[in-house]
Structures are given as C-alpha cells and as structure tokens.
C-alpha cells in the first residue's frame, strides 16, 4: 500500500511544528499552519506570534519574539522563551547552559527564558538541572560539566548569560565562519587592505606615460 507524501515527511522528519499563522518563519520562510520539522531547523516568532513543536512523549510552546533551534533531542534557544513538556527527557540548551529534567521517564513541565543578559528557568512540573559547560575548550575537555544545579518543582532560579546563542548552527560550510573570524584572519585581511591601498597610492603618485605604462 503507497503511504501519502505528507505521512513520510512527517514521519521522516519525527516532529511537527504547529503555528498560529502569520508571524512565524522556519529558515526565515513563512511557515504554514502545519509542517514537519528537520534537525536544525530554525524558528522564529514575529510579536504576537506563537508556535508549537509537537515530537513523540514531548511538546514545546515557543513564545512570541523568539528564536529557537530543533535538534531532535533537546532543543536551542537563542532568545526568547519556550516552556517543555515531557517524559522524555527533552532538553533546552542556551549557549554554554543546559536544562534537563531530572527524571527521563516522569512527566516534567519547565520554561526558559532567555532575556536581558539573564537565562531564566522556572521548574512547574518536577525538578530540572542547570549545567553550566566552560566556554573555554581546554576547561570543557578536562570536565564535561563546570557546575550543576538543580531547580525544585515550583522554584525558579536564573544564569548570566555568558556565551547564549553560540550553538546555533550556521548556515556556511563547516569550519568557514570560524576561521573568518579568526584574530589571524582578521589581522591578514587588515594587512591585505593596507598593501592594496599603499600601491594604489603609490602607482597614482607618478602620472602614466607611454614609456611608463
């Protein structure tokens, strides 16, 4: 028997994002009431605008003026907030901090915001942890978590953001955007400019001849 389009899209993709209509973007096109959602896929809520990610055992409400990544098993936020129910251990990753309920198994409801220089969780339904990873690499290899604290059911604790949005995957080819930013990199292209600009500067000092093209 033919399985509908639509019925593999959506089972390929494992999560579906259900919008209230105008307002709403995946990869920065409109997003219709009803789509299936990919890993890394970005979304994002225009001012009144709201969203919902439904994937089996969990559900995520994105509010409006917010931005979100889908990673299949925890999710991304770049700003905004997005409040997570389930019995599957969905996590909510913003930058270097993690939230993740206690139980993997037990139906847990918590939100994040991410806001002012500040993440935000507030644990509704069951308690959560917050890890906090070092953002410099040599700490991260010696130990996976820096610190760990855990918010009690009905209890909200809150984090500096220290370095919120950087595991939202770009669009550029692996590796590009890093080295374009790189201090090397920035300092070449400073000392590219300057010898373009000195001969341009220095072919312009003498008038052009036909003996001296």
């Given at each position: 028997m033919?399985?509908?389009?639509?019925?593999?899209?959506?089972?390929?993709?494992g999560a579906?994002?259900r919008s209230?209509?105008?307002?709403?973007s995946?990869?920065?096109?409109?997003?219709?009431?009803?789509?299936?959602l990919?890993?890394?896929d970005?979304?994002?809520?225009?001012?009144?605008a709201?969203?919902?990610?439904?994937i089996?055992?969990?559900?995520?409400d994105?509010?409006p003026?917010?931005i979100?990544q889908?990673?299949?098993?925890?999710?991304?936020?770049?700003?905004?907030?997005?409040?997570?129910?389930?019995?599957?251990g969905?996590?909510?990753r913003?930058g270097?901090?993690?939230?993740?309920?206690?139980?993997?198994?037990d139906?847990?409801h918590?939100?994040?915001?991410d806001?002012?220089?500040?993440?935000?969780?507030?644990a509704?339904k069951?308690?959560?942890?917050?890890d906090?990873?070092?953002?410099?690499?040599?700490?991260?290899?010696?130990s996976?978590?820096?610190?760990?604290?855990?918010?009690?059911?009905?209890?909200?604790?809150?984090r500096?953001?220290?370095?919120?949005?950087?595991?939202?995957?770009s669009?550029a080819?692996?590796?590009i955007e890093?080295?374009?930013?790189?201090?090397w990199a920035?300092?070449?292209?400073?000392?590219?400019?300057?010898?373009?600009?000195?001969?341009?500067?220095?072919?312009?000092?003498s008038?052009m001849s036909?003996?001296k093209p």
């Amino acid at each position: 028997m033919a399985v509908p389009a639509s019925a593999f899209s959506q089972e390929s993709a494992g999560a579906i994002l259900r919008s209230s209509g105008t307002g709403v973007s995946v990869n920065r096109s409109a997003a219709p009431a009803s789509i299936a959602l990919y890993r890394d896929d970005l979304i994002e809520t225009q001012q009144k605008a709201v969203a919902r990610i439904e994937i089996s055992g969990s559900s995520a409400d994105i509010s409006p003026e917010t931005i979100v990544q889908f990673r299949s098993d925890e999710l991304f936020l770049d700003h905004g907030t997005i409040a997570v129910n389930t019995t599957r251990g969905l996590k909510v990753r913003v930058g270097c901090v993690t939230i993740t309920p206690v139980s993997d198994s037990d139906w847990t409801h918590y939100e994040v915001t991410d806001s002012s220089g500040k993440v935000t969780v507030s644990a509704i339904k069951s308690d959560v942890y917050i890890d906090e990873r070092s953002n410099k690499p040599q700490s991260a290899k010696a130990s996976e978590r820096s610190s760990r604290d855990i918010v009690r059911e009905t209890e909200q604790k809150s984090r500096d953001e220290k370095c919120a949005g950087a595991a939202l995957h770009s669009a550029a080819p692996p590796g590009i955007e890093p080295v374009l930013n790189s201090p090397w990199a920035i300092g070449l292209g400073a000392g590219g400019v300057v010898t373009i600009t000195c001969f341009a500067l220095c072919r312009n000092s003498s008038p052009m001849s036909p003996a001296k093209p």
